[in-house]
């Protein structure tokens, strides 16, 4: 099993800790991962996106041009990115950043509402979260045990106390993405 992933959005958005912590957790299952962010010099509001590369096997290369799957979280995002997925590939978006529904007829289209899901949690912070629970829900490409994992090892002690939120988060990702 490899898979090839970008995630694309905002600054602000949580991409590049999403892409990180999925990263961390391949590495908590003893896969083979790459975690490559890309992002402008505005933190907050500037387009940002992570190469994550999740695999059984040996990396050769951390450099894509093409995908596995795409989640995008943005209209400028969805433009980059839509035609860089692989037939045969998922794309993921959320419905509160995209103006234009995504049109392909040969990749799997998902639609999760995640900032309408993070409102209704009444914590925005998880909307990275919900995000992430969607893609293992329609891709497993790791375990929600590694994630779990994952999310103890990357942050900082004094946030522990708010895995259970996060994991809340990605069970109700799981549960609110739809295939179009």
């Known amino acids: 099993m490899k898979k090839e992933i970008i995630i694309s959005g905002f600054g602000g958005q949580g991409v590049l800790s999403m892409g990180k912590i999925l990263a961390y957790s391949g590495l908590m299952e003893d896969k083979e991962v ?6 402008g010099p505005e933190q907050r509001g500037g387009t940002a996106n992570v190469t ?5 096997d040996r990396i050769s290369s951390p450099i894509l041009s093409q995908y596995d799957v795409a989640i995008v979280l943005n209209q400028p995002s969805l433009e980059k990115f839509l035609p860089k997925v692989k037939p045969g590939g998922i794309l993921i978006y959320d419905g509160f950043g995209i103006a234009n529904a995504p049109q392909r007829d040969d990749i799997e289209v998902y639609r999760i509402d995640a900032m309408d899901k993070a409102a209704e949690m009444k914590n925005s ?4 979260m919900i995000v992430l629970g969607g ?9 929600t045990n590694g994630l779990e994992k994952a999310l103890f090892k990357s942050l900082p002690e004094r946030h522990h106390g708010l895995i259970p939120l996060n994991m ?13």
Request: charged letters at 20%.
């Open 168 to 180: 809340e988060a990605v069970g109700e990702g799981m549960k609110i993405i739809q295939k179009i």
């Open 125 to 128: 912070k998880v909307f990275n």
């Open 34 to 39: 790459t975690w490559m962010p890309a992002y």
């Open 52 to 56: 994550v590369i999740v695999s059984d």
């Open 135 to 143: 893609l293992l829900k329609v891709c497993p490409v790791v375990t």
